[in-house]
């Protein structure tokens, strides 16, 4: 049947829509001419979106990294504002533990208040306050304060011959130096020619 029969008057308009022509097998022109514009504009979207992906991600690792070191700096900086506060209280009970030492020292530690000076020795102890200071230590600057000075021949080299005062530490920091008298070796006879 004729389409001018129908009394249309137009033919169909058949279109070949098909990728490959099925004559020779290969890709229409038209089809790679428009792969070609829409390939470009694809690569650039893709690299687009790469790029900001990698951004973000840069980003996030950095955020990352400045938030574990905030967490690292807060946890230092709170340890040693406990370990200051800690050193400043103990620091005061030094007088209060000169008093127990000499109290013992006298005979005078008896009774109910000398189980309030373990308790309080004890508790110290807990919070890593240490005595030091002992006769016969090699003299250290760092450790000790030399308050008197004598020669001995009994001594080898600059020795803490007594103990004036007890020296305390908490874990490796000096709160107070040990107080001691100081000997050292006779000096050498000089020869007045």
């Known amino acids: 049947m004729n389409t001018r029969e129908n009394g249309s ?14 004559e020779t097998g290969e ?9 070609d514009q829409s390939a470009p504009a694809a690569d650039l979207a893709s690299i687009e979106l790469a790029t900001q992906l990698a951004e ?8 990352q ?27 005061e ?3 209060v533990l000169d ?33 030091f200071g002992a006769k016969g230590e090699p003299f250290d ?3 000790h304060e030399a308050l008197m000075h004598s020669y001995s021949p ?3 080299e600059p020795t803490c011959v007594e103990i004036l005062q007890s020296g305390y530490r908490i874990g490796e920091r000096v709160l107070r130096p040990a107080r001691v008298a100081v000997a050292e070796p006779e000096e050498p006879a000089s020869n007045d020619n």
Do not use: C, M, W
């Open 141 to 143: 600057p760092t450790v």
């Open 65 to 91: 990294a400045e938030y574990s070191n905030y967490r690292k700096r807060v946890e230092r900086d709170r340890t040693v504002v406990k370990e200051q506060a800690v050193a400043g209280v103990l620091a």
């Open 99 to 131: 008093d127990i030492g000499r109290a013992r020292d006298h005979g005078e530690l008896t009774g109910g208040f000398a189980k309030v000076s373990e308790s309080l020795e004890t508790a110290t102890g807990k919070l890593g306050l240490s005595a």
């Open 27 to 35: 890709v229409r022109e038209a089809v790679k001419e428009q792969a």
């Open 154 to 156: 009994d001594v080898t």
């Open 9 to 22: 008057g137009e033919e169909p308009v058949i279109r070949d829509n098909r990728k490959i022509d099925p």
């Open 93 to 95: 009970l030094l007088p």
């Open 56 to 63: 973000r991600t840069a980003d996030l690792q950095r955020l």
